[in-house]
């Protein structure tokens, strides 16, 4: 048992340990000053719309809940097992995200002794570890998106295409990635070695369009599409105002997916502190 839990199965439990511990304590926080809770919104949101699935009604019943389906089912757990079970399984995810990146840096870094490093700025991030412990689960996203990443770089572009397109399902931004993912598939290493133009390498007639990159795309559209038309049979048009349409139209310029967040929270924040920053010289 003590060699087990050397190396990197020590390294990876405690990063997982660590996260449980925080989870019970702020369970503790959360009940002794109900105004200040640790446990973020969205998981409160999450679970009632678990609760409603679990009543055998839609997740959208919850008022404020805009996201894909997949995000309650995942939390169901807490229905039938303690209220706290989600966040344990985002902390999981967390720990696989952990795996995926280890595995992938070994495979592209001859140099293995920086591994656990590297993966450390996951793992032990402070950042991550208050997402997972506070009930977000944007680890998720970063996830599947790394997920794609490790499958492509060991050339399986079905299974790759499926994840990428469950990421983009999850939420839309992901979409960001698609166009270095097609051109990363297949491209010409010797020439990129070699010095030749990035863009004549890209647009380079005879491997514009390859078999892989066909079939990367296209189980991603069809993920994507199946997921999509899924949900859209199940619960109707308000899964996709409530999980898509609404971002578009939404106003609450504070909050990072509204389309008037640049607009006018961005540019609020630069009138402010230019404000601020006039009247210090001010006698």
Known sequence: ???????????????????????????????????????????????????????????????TYRYTPLAAYIVLVNNFIHPLAGKIIFCLLDLAMGIFMWSLIESQNKNKKWTMLYVAFWLYNPVTVGMSTRGSNDNIIALLVFATLYFLLNRQYLIGGFVYGLSIHFKMYPIIYCIPFYFFID?????????????????????????????????????????????????????????????FERKDNRHNYSVYWYMIYQTYDIKSSSVMAFLMFIP
């Open 1 to 63: 048992m003590s060699e087990y839990f050397t190396g990197k199965n020590a390294f990876l439990a405690f990063g997982l340990l660590g996260r449980l511990v925080l989870v019970y304590i702020a369970s503790i926080i959360d009940e002794r000053t109900p105004n200040m809770k640790y446990t973020d919104t969205d998981y409160d949101v999450f679970s009632d719309a678990a609760t409603h699935v679990w009543n055998g009604n839609s997740p959208y019943a919850r008022h």
């Open 187 to 247: 491209c010409d290493r010797k020439a990129i070695v070699s010095g030749k133009s990035l863009f004549s390498i890209i647009f380079n007639c005879n491997n514009f369009v390859t078999k892989n990159r066909l079939v990367f795309g296209f189980t991603t559209v069809f993920t994507l599409a199946a997921f999509t038309g899924l949900f859209y049979w199940i619960y109707g048009y308000q899964f996709l105002y409530e999980s898509l349409l609404y971002h």
